[in-house]
């Protein structure tokens, strides 16, 4: 007799019923306490790409519910085929170690290598002793030390640890063909890597008349160190040539004007003075020829100067008494005893030649002026 199709129904409904839990203990089947688990190493991976880690189950059978733990967090699970083999895909953010689990059962851990991402760049003027910024990225931070290498032909010109992330200032002091390595000293789980950056550096020859963006690195170091300049215009005209000679006189080199490799490195490598006296006012140096213009007891201004062609201009604090605006020879004046001031003139070389004052260039005299006021202590020394 054929059920009436009311009943179609309830009987359907047992069998979904019936069915499920069976599905349910298939897939929640763990291993049982004389089961082993093993896990095989895996081949070395890129860091944040995703791979496998192979396993296998003893005795073998299928269907059984593995877990692959790190850290005791569960990352991938897996089952067994029937061979009692199964594989985790998993992405490699850590070395591990990994374990394998199921039920009770574990397996004896594992750790992964780990090739960790780095990106570099160098930046800067690539100039003799001007500062090289390198930024360098490393992924994950964890994977180890960052060391620079510079090599130049057959010598290392440099080496040290870098932090990861954060500029590092540098600076080469022979212009040539370098090398820059950035290199990771890898932490146990990761492997090593290095990146290479070729960079030229140049030393220009550069005198008056030059033009061009070597002049602009130039002129604006100059002013970024503090030496009287009346622009970064690209040009190598007569302030330029007087900052030039202000920055030899300042390290010690032949004043020439010019720049050559020596003067790129002494102005890359040069330190503000630090003044003889404390608080405001102005020190000329004899010996140098030099004169500083000290605020609050740094130096702010270096300018190049020519005193007494006979050593007469005199030594020892004075006070500035007198100021006088213009002036077709002596010009802007600044008097700090008796007939000598602090003054611009037409003709500023390299070395004492004045009658006795000290003479600064015509285009920063005015500007010069407007720093001194009356009563002003001047310092003047070898």
């Not at 049982?32 to 860091?47: I, K, M, Q, R, Y």
């Not at 003893?58 to 059984?64: E, I, K, L, W």
């Not at 800067?124 to 620079?148: C, E, I, S, T």
């Not at 000293?185 to 061009?212: C, D, F, M, W």
């Amino acid at each position: 007799m054929r059920p009436p199709l009311s009943f179609l129904p309830v009987v359907l409904a047992v069998a979904i019923v019936a069915i499920a839990p069976m599905q349910a203990a298939a897939a929640g089947a763990v291993a049982n306490s004389g089961d082993a688990l093993s896990l095989s190493p895996p081949e070395v991976a890129t860091f944040g790409a995703t791979g496998w880690i192979d396993g296998t189950l003893a005795p073998a059978r299928a269907g059984v519910s593995v877990d692959l733990i790190r850290a005791g967090t569960v990352v991938a699970q897996a089952q067994t085929t029937t061979n009692g083999s199964f594989a985790f895909n998993l992405r490699f953010v850590s070395p591990g170690p990994y374990q394998a689990r199921s039920g009770s059962v574990s397996s004896a851990t594992v750790s992964a290598r780990i090739r960790p991402l780095l990106t570099t760049s160098v930046h800067g003027d690539r100039v003799v002793g001007q500062p090289l910024r390198l930024r360098a990225h490393l992924q994950p931070a964890a994977a180890g030390k960052l060391r620079l290498i510079v090599i130049r032909g057959h010598h290392r010109s440099l080496s040290r640890f870098v932090a990861a992330g954060k500029p590092f200032t540098f600076a080469l002091s022979r212009a040539a063909r370098h090398a820059v390595w950035v290199e990771v000293e890898p932490n146990a789980g990761y492997t090593q890597i290095a990146r290479k950056i070729r960079v030229r550096i140049t030393a220009p020859a550069l005198s008056i008349g030059s033009h061009g963006r070597a002049v602009r690195v130039l002129e604006s170091t100059l002013i970024a160190h503090h030496f009287a300049l009346l622009h970064a215009d690209s040009s190598f005209g007569a302030d330029t040539l007087e900052a030039v000679y202000a920055l030899q006189k300042f390290s010690g080199l032949s004043r020439s004007g010019r720049m050559s490799a020596a003067a790129w490195l002494a102005l890359g490598r040069s330190k503000p003075p630090r003044p003889r006296l404390h608080g405001s006012y102005i020190e000329v140096d004899k010996t140098k020829q030099v004169l500083y213009v000290v605020r609050d007891s740094k130096v702010t201004l270096i300018v190049p100067v020519s005193t007494g062609a006979t050593g007469n201009t005199p030594t020892g604090i004075f006070h500035v008494y007198s100021k006088v605006p213009g002036g077709a020879v002596m010009y802007y004046s600044n008097y700090f005893i008796g007939g000598f001031a602090i003054h611009g003139y037409v003709d500023v070389p390299p070395y004492p030649a004045s009658h006795g004052c000290v003479r600064v260039p015509m285009w920063i005299a005015t500007h010069l002026y407007g720093l001194i006021p009356t009563g002003m202590r001047v310092y003047i020394h070898y």
